[in-house]
T-cell receptor
Framework: DVKVTQSSRYLVKRTGEKVFLECVQD?????MFWYRQDPGLGLRLIYF???????EKGDIPEGYSVSREKKERFSLILESASTNQTSMYLC?????????FGPGTRLTVL | GDSVTQMEGPVTLSEEAFLTINCTYT??????LFWYVQYPGEGLQLLLK?????DKGSNKGFEATYRKETTSFHLEKGSVQVSDSAVYFC?????????????FGDGTTLTVKP
């Protein structure tokens, strides 16, 4: 079974803090993705990566950056967290045509 | 570009009722089609998929058939249970276009009452 893990299920941070969300997959997948999910807005793609050290902006990259130093790990970074970044963050990895998701991190920024 | 349109929710059914959640798509290539399910507080789980026209995906009593002529992939289940209460997402993925990204519908919330 494909396993995608995320470092935290719940996270509470303060405005202006630097926040790291970690995602690890165990299946040697090349493609990895970060989404945020908000009520009424569905899934929105923040960034994706198709190889180590490679990254592409998604639909809403502003306020975020990513890091992929190793194939199995894809990190999402909020450089200076703001209250409008309170959301559910979902990581996924992809093999052939199928994406597999982690359990999600619910981030609250106070 | 690619798009997925799902039936708007929420959908409320009684236990053992028949379920249909409609999904239609627009794609320039020949996509694979998916249904994902999200239980409260969880990430998305792959429910079923179909990779070419007339394929039927099935899992846990759910079925969906890839209909190219109507560009549809409707999700069905003959008898729903309370445990099926969740949000269901229709999605497509075209490896030949869009850098392999998936396109998701907005999700349909299903509540099944005992």
């Amino acid at each position: 079974d494909v396993k995608v893990t995320q470092s935290s299920r719940y996270l509470v941070k303060r405005t202006g803090e630097k926040v790291f969300l970690e995602c690890v997959q165990d299946m040697d997948h090349e493609n990895m993705f970060w989404y945020r999910q908000d009520p009424g807005l569905g899934l929105r793609l923040i960034y994706f990566s198709y190889d180590v050290k490679m990254k592409e902006k998604g639909d809403i990259p502003e306020g975020y950056s990513v890091s992929r130093e190793k194939k199995e790990r894809f990190s999402l970074i909020l450089e200076s967290a703001s209250t409008n970044q309170t959301s559910m963050y979902l990581c996924a990895s992809r093999i052939t045509d199928t994406q597999y998701f982690g359990p999600g991190t619910r981030l609250t920024v106070l | 570009g690619d798009s997925v349109t799902q039936m708007e929710g929420p959908v409320t059914l009684s236990e053992e009722a028949f379920l249909t959640i409609n999904c239609t798509y627009t794609a320039t290539g020949y996509p694979s089609l998916f249904w994902y399910v999200q239980y409260p507080g969880e990430g998305l789980q792959l429910l079923l998929k179909a990779t070419k026209a007339d394929d039927k995906g099935s899992n846990k009593g759910f079925e969906a058939t890839y209909r190219k002529e109507t560009t549809s992939f409707h999700l069905e289940k003959g008898s729903v249970q309370v445990s099926d209460s969740a949000v269901y997402f229709c999605a497509l993925s075209d490896q030949n276009t869009n850098a392999g990204k998936s396109t998701f519908g907005d999700g349909t919330t299903l509540t099944v009452k005992p």
